[in-house]
């Protein structure tokens, strides 16, 4: 059994927990997992049924009869009404229109007649996982807590897939440890009465995009400010992002709407050209009861900042370590100020725009329209004609795609509207990356073509889906990392309800090369002032990465002095030194590093970890 160090005894907004059936083996599993801090709530049996730790604020649970349901996380939920809910509950299957009708973000788990089941969000925002704990099927919101339990470690092949640049779907979703079984978002874990069978069953599937824009506008309107009802319903003090981008100034008109009192953050770029400062002055000037902190760019951190020091429990690589001081910098000064939650407008570019992919369906079912579209995609991004017509003619099944992925591993990335209108970014392995790992992830990118399935046919509707869920698995380990600093994260924007209403709109009208954002905009009209809606850009760090590399080169120099990739024969060490010793090189202003430097981060953090 493994001892979460302190980063897993944090306060709201970092909700985890193991879910067990109504036996006695599985309470006898149970009370191995439970230690100082934890918290249980009993089956109607009086047997443990969750075990972890969660706030007041977090948990709203019912029971009728042998009828058992929680509401983890944040939804707007009364127990009354989940109580109502649990009385009709006649089968497993129908919490499916429970699951699908609740605003905010959380973990459902319903209990009946001695059968589980579990599920996250769609978005993957919220995940599940399962193992087998002494004979015992244990559910999970967190794989690492189930490797503990089960003494594993890392898979080295599941880790050499991580440093493929991207890991495409549905490797990005695997457990790295093989005994742990990852639940992919869309489905739900059902266990049997035995606690021992375990299956998946998909309960959510993305609205087909054929909605006109201006039906669509005032559902996603509603869904965002139920979004943002759901944080601020309680009163007292929030924080907002307000970068000056329409996402985040979306949130905190809404927010300035509720009960609670509004500081907005801003966080000038250090780039002369970011004009963020300005948009975000602009809406300031609406917004005349909230309070507005304007941050001394130069004080806050560069990409790449402490990386030798992060410590925090995390249960998978992520590249968002690379931003981790960033993002975290300022919310010990929220927090200062009152606030109780922070919210950001991440997830806005994934749901309010979509990928140009969709191009590939529309020319050939609407060619005029599309060609029309795609010249002014070609302008905006600089395709090449003859590149385009390439990847336009591609109509390789996903399978076919990652198996031609194994091959071409080493060679340069193809132009950009191959990514754009393809299936999304053939990874890539680089040059620092062993040979045996390479042939592990040959190995595992060949058995997955075997079987994969795209998140959607339509390779738009997939390229979306995929990004949602990149995305989420970030935010994720952020928001575990800033509950750790006292001051919850949330991302109204990444909670199913405002991804569905987004989805459903016709790509032809959510993405364009004329317009900005016009469904996000449409939605807003009459909430933010029009002067702000007018933005047609947004600002980009690279500026901070670029100093970021140089200034930390030392540290990335360090990190791979004792490398843990480097001692399971994945990485060469020395060619990464050699590159930590020239951050000018060509191409690291291109994050190829980062699967590297998360993977390695990662590894340090579970070596931190005491064992009981």
């Not at 109504?22 to 100082?36: G, K, N, W, Y």
């Not at 191409?587 to 005491?610: F, K, Q």
Request: glycine content about 8%; charged content about 25%.
């Amino acid at each position: 059994m493994t001892q979460l160090h302190e980063s897993a005894g944090t306060g709201p907004g970092d909700a985890h927990f193991t879910v067990f059936t109504d036996r006695e083996d599985a309470a006898a599993v149970a009370r191995s997992f439970a230690r100082p801090g934890t918290r249980t709530l009993p089956h109607p049996s009086g047997r443990p049924w969750l075990v972890g730790r969660w706030d007041d604020e977090e948990i709203v649970t019912a029971q009728a009869g042998r009828t058992a349901l929680a509401v983890v996380g944040c939804c707007p939920v009364e127990a009354g009404e989940l109580r109502r809910y649990a009385e009709r509950l006649r089968d497993l299957a129908d919490v499916d229109v429970l699951a699908r009708s609740l605003p905010g973000s959380f973990h459902l788990v319903a209990a009946l007649d001695g059968r589980l089941r579990v599920q996250g969000t769609a978005s993957g925002l919220r995940l599940v996982f399962h193992a087998t704990v002494d004979g015992v099927r244990v559910a999970a919101t967190r794989a690492d807590v189930l490797a503990g339990a089960l003494g594993a470690a890392p898979d080295p092949e599941r880790l050499a897939v991580r440093l493929l640049w991207p890991a495409p779907y549905p490797l990005s979703e695997t457990s790295l440890w093989r005994d742990v079984t990852a639940v992919p978002p869309q489905d739900a874990l059902f266990v049997g009465a035995d606690g021992r069978g375990a299956r998946h069953a998909r309960w959510w599937t993305p609205p087909e995009p054929v909605r006109p824009l201006a039906d669509s506008a005032p559902s996603v309107r509603e869904a965002l400010t139920a979004a943002v009802d759901a944080r601020t319903r309680a009163g007292g003090v929030v924080s907002c992002d307000l970068s000056g981008g329409l996402d985040s100034t979306s949130l905190c008109f809404l927010a300035d709407r509720s009960a609670a009192r509004v500081v907005a953050a801003t966080w000038p770029g250090r780039d002369p050209a970011d004009t963020d400062l300005y948009w975000a002055e602009q809406a300031a000037k609406h917004l005349p009861d909230i309070e507005h902190v304007v941050w001394d760019a130069d004080a806050s951190p560069l990409v790449y900042e402490d990386l030798l020091t992060i410590d925090d429990l995390l249960d998978e690589p992520t590249i968002g370590v690379m931003d981790r001081s960033r993002v975290l910098h300022h919310l010990p000064a929220l927090a200062e100020r009152g606030s109780r939650l922070h919210l950001t407008g991440v997830g806005g570019d994934h749901v309010a725009w979509c990928s140009e992919a969709y191009y590939h369906r529309l020319a050939r079912t609407r060619p005029l329209f599309a060609w029309r579209q795609l010249r002014g995609f070609r302008a905006l991004w600089q395709w090449p004609l003859g590149d385009t017509v390439r990847a336009l003619a591609d109509s390789r099944p996903y399978g076919r795609w990652l198996a031609d992925a194994a091959g071409r591993l080493r060679v340069p990335s193809p132009a950009n509207v191959t990514t754009s209108l393809g299936w999304g970014m053939p990874p890539r392995l680089f040059d620092w990356v062993t040979p045996d790992a390479e042939q592990a992830v040959r190995r595992a990118l060949g058995e997955a073509a075997a079987t994969a399935t795209p998140l959607h046919p339509d390779r738009g509707l997939h390229a979306d889906l995929e990004q949602i869920r990149s995305c989420t698995r970030i935010i994720r380990q952020w928001d575990r990392m800033a509950a750790r600093a006292g001051l919850p994260m949330a991302s109204p924007f990444l909670d199913d309800r405002v991804i569905e209403a987004c989805l459903a709109v016709r790509p032809s009208e959510r993405v364009s090369p004329w317009q900005y954002k016009p469904l996000l905009t449409a939605a807003m009209r009459g909430v933010v002032p029009d002067a702000c809606l007018r933005r047609t850009d947004k600002a980009a760090a690279s500026m901070d990465a670029a100093d970021g590399l140089r200034t930390h080169r030392g540290d990335l120099l360090a990190l791979w002095e004792d490398s843990r990739l480097e001692a399971l024969g994945l990485v060469d060490g020395h060619a990464l030194r050699r590159l930590a010793q020239r951050p000018a090189t060509p191409g690291l202003r291109d994050a190829i590093l980062y699967s590297t430097i998360a993977a390695e981060v990662w590894l340090r953090g579970l070596s931190r970890t005491p064992a009981l």
